[in-house]
């Protein structure tokens, strides 16, 4: 890692000088019947897990365009000028920001050109461009995808739409605190993950505004935690890399606008695991029932690792996104299953084959396990020829529970366990 210091401390712009209270209200006004206001969803289960008073669940993933991003894009698009609309505008995005300005430039009449990096989701590269987006693939990390956007705009004469750092974004934002104060009312903590900044820059003027005791915090992965040494440093801390499943928030860095809001309103910024994230995503589906995106379930990981003591509080939890790949979502959900003992992988032997496989489904049944995969394995100089080598995964109620099932197919004639479980 390295630090980029891009002004000098006594340069960066206030916060008052970004965005206010104002500005998110006059964004209200222009996103009235444009964008939805997402459903506070209470959960008792968060809420006991984490000790806190009570827990809300702020479905962002709900939104159209199935994130916040639609918010902000809107909110500046729409304020172009005439001959701004007209020439179009370009934008990088590592998935979501790419479809708010895709949504906005279909309902306004504007052309839109999208650069994004390799890591995206295909999901949200045919999402963007099934609002009419021009898309183009650029860059192995967000950083390159701005470059290239940049040097498209100024080529082009294109009005450049930033993902976070700009007034009109951040304010459109901040729309999702409005909403927050409206629905929950009693307020003590919200949880938001942090990317370039932009969302929680939003929330926290709003929050702040209203009552300076509501503590705003945000999250971030391990493997992009940026802000924080930020605000201890007091300037702008660039990481060289970033290694994380959450792209959607795998950002390098805060830019100026974003640190200045936060090192003025945000209280505090926190980092998790991608397990946990995982582990996170796997709760949303199954508890509240609803698909986010890994970077939409930091929050909720920060709430139940005990990142953040919320006991007794009352906490509201963005969950910013819910554009992911089936396939990638099932593999965050598994990982999740796996981090909490709930799901197990296995390497057997089994004789007789492929008769001896209902010795493995009875034991299985017998014992309260399902069998959620098998498969064949490749054969090693180790395996006895007389047995055939195959893969399992199997879910069940706990590691406990797990245990004792790889202890009973053990113990089967005909069944060895060779390696395994594998518990993640």
Same mark, same amino acid.
Request: glycine share 10%.
């Given at each position: 890692?390295?630090?980029?210091?891009?002004?000098?401390?006594?340069?960066?712009?206030?916060?008052?000088?970004?965005?206010?209270?104002?500005?998110?209200?006059?964004?209200?006004?222009?996103?009235?019947?444009?964008?939805?206001?997402?459903?506070?969803?209470?959960?008792?289960?968060?809420?006991?897990?984490?000790?806190?008073?009570?827990?809300?669940?702020?479905?962002?993933?709900?939104?159209?365009?199935?994130?916040?991003?639609?918010?902000?894009?809107?909110?500046?698009?729409?304020?172009?000028? /005439?001959? $701004? @609309?007209?020439?179009?505008?370009?934008? =990088?995005?590592?998935?979501?920001? #790419?479809? &708010?300005? +895709?949504?906005?430039?279909?309902?306004?009449?504007?052309?839109?050109?999208?650069?994004?990096?390799?890591?995206?989701?295909?999901?949200?590269?045919?999402?963007?461009?099934?609002?009419?987006?021009?898309?183009?693939?650029?860059?192995?990390?967000?950083?390159?995808?701005?470059?290239?956007?940049?040097?498209?705009?100024?080529?082009?004469?294109?009005?450049?739409?930033?993902?976070?750092?700009?007034?009109?974004?951040?304010?459109?934002?901040?729309?999702?605190?409005?909403?927050?104060?409206?629905?929950?009312?009693?307020?003590?903590?919200?949880?938001?993950?942090?990317?370039?900044?932009?969302?929680?820059?939003?929330?926290?003027?709003?929050?702040?505004?209203?009552?300076?005791?509501?503590?705003?915090?945000?999250?971030?992965?391990?493997?992009?935690?940026?802000?924080?040494? /930020?605000? $201890? @440093?007091?300037?702008?801390?660039?990481? =060289?890399?970033?290694?994380?499943? #959450?792209? &959607?928030? +795998?950002?390098?860095?805060?830019?100026?606008?974003?640190?200045?809001?936060?090192?003025?309103?945000?209280?505090?910024?926190?980092?998790?695991?991608?397990?946990?994230?995982?582990?996170?995503?796997?709760?949303?589906?199954?508890?509240?029932?609803?698909?986010?995106?890994?970077?939409?379930?930091?929050?909720?990981?920060?709430?139940?690792?005990?990142?953040?003591?919320?006991?007794?509080?009352?906490?509201?939890?963005?969950?910013?996104?819910?554009?992911?790949?089936?396939?990638?979502?099932?593999?965050?959900?598994?990982?999740?299953?796996?981090?909490?003992?709930?799901?197990?992988?296995?390497?057997?032997?089994?004789?007789?084959?492929?008769?001896?496989?209902?010795?493995?489904?009875?034991?299985?049944?017998?014992?309260?396990?399902?069998?959620?995969?098998?498969?064949?394995?490749?054969?090693?100089?180790?395996?006895?020829?007389?047995?055939?080598?195959?893969?399992?995964?199997?879910? &069940?109620?706990?590691?406990?529970?797990?245990?004792?099932?790889?202890?009973?197919?053990?113990?089967?004639?005909?069944?060895?366990?060779?390696?395994?479980?594998?518990?993640?």
């Amino acid at each position: 890692m390295n630090s980029e210091r891009t002004n000098d401390q006594d340069v960066y712009p206030s916060a008052d000088d970004i965005v206010g209270v104002n500005d998110v209200n006059a964004a209200r006004t222009r996103l009235d019947g444009v964008i939805h206001r997402t459903p506070l969803d209470r959960s008792t289960t968060f809420a006991e897990r984490s000790g806190a008073a009570s827990v809300g669940l702020k479905l962002e993933n709900m939104q159209r365009t199935g994130s916040f991003k639609s918010r902000g894009a809107y909110n500046t698009m729409a304020q172009l000028s /005439s001959s $701004e @609309r007209e020439r179009g505008v370009v934008a =990088s995005s590592a998935g979501n920001h #790419a479809q &708010g300005v +895709a949504f906005a430039g279909g309902l306004l009449g504007i052309d839109t050109t999208i650069v994004v990096p390799e890591v995206t989701p295909s999901a949200k590269i045919e999402a963007t461009r099934g609002y009419g987006a021009e898309v183009l693939v650029e860059g192995d990390i967000y950083e390159r995808s701005y470059e290239h956007a940049l040097e498209l705009a100024d080529e082009e004469g294109l009005r450049f739409v930033h993902p976070f750092n700009d007034e009109e974004i951040i304010a459109g934002q901040g729309t999702v605190g409005l909403e927050l104060l409206d629905q929950y009312p009693e307020l003590d903590t919200v949880l938001v993950s942090i990317g370039g900044g932009g969302l929680i820059s939003g929330i926290a003027t709003v929050l702040k505004a209203h009552d300076p005791d509501i503590r705003v915090v945000g999250v971030q992965p391990e493997g992009a935690f940026h802000a924080k040494p /930020s605000l $201890e @440093r007091d300037e702008i801390h660039e990481l =060289s890399g970033v290694d994380t499943v #959450a792209e &959607g928030i +795998a950002d390098t860095r805060l830019l100026d606008k974003t640190f200045a809001v936060i090192r003025e309103r945000v209280d505090d910024v926190v980092s998790v695991s991608d397990r946990e994230m995982s582990v996170a995503v796997a709760l949303l589906a199954e508890r509240a029932k609803t698909v986010a995106e890994t970077a939409g379930a930091a929050p909720l990981a920060a709430l139940l690792s005990g990142a953040v003591d919320v006991t007794n509080e009352h906490v509201a939890v963005i969950v910013s996104g819910g554009n992911v790949n089936l396939s990638d979502h099932a593999e965050r959900t598994r990982s999740g299953l796996m981090r909490l003992g709930r799901y197990a992988e296995a390497r057997l032997s089994v004789a007789d084959w492929p008769s001896g496989l209902d010795a493995l489904t009875e034991t299985l049944e017998r014992h309260g396990a399902e069998l959620e995969e098998l498969e064949r394995a490749r054969r090693t100089d180790a395996d006895d020829p007389n047995r055939t080598p195959v893969t399992i995964g199997v879910a &069940g109620g706990g590691r406990d529970h797990l245990s004792t099932v790889f202890d009973a197919l053990d113990d089967r004639d005909g069944i060895a366990v060779e390696n395994g479980p594998l518990d993640g």
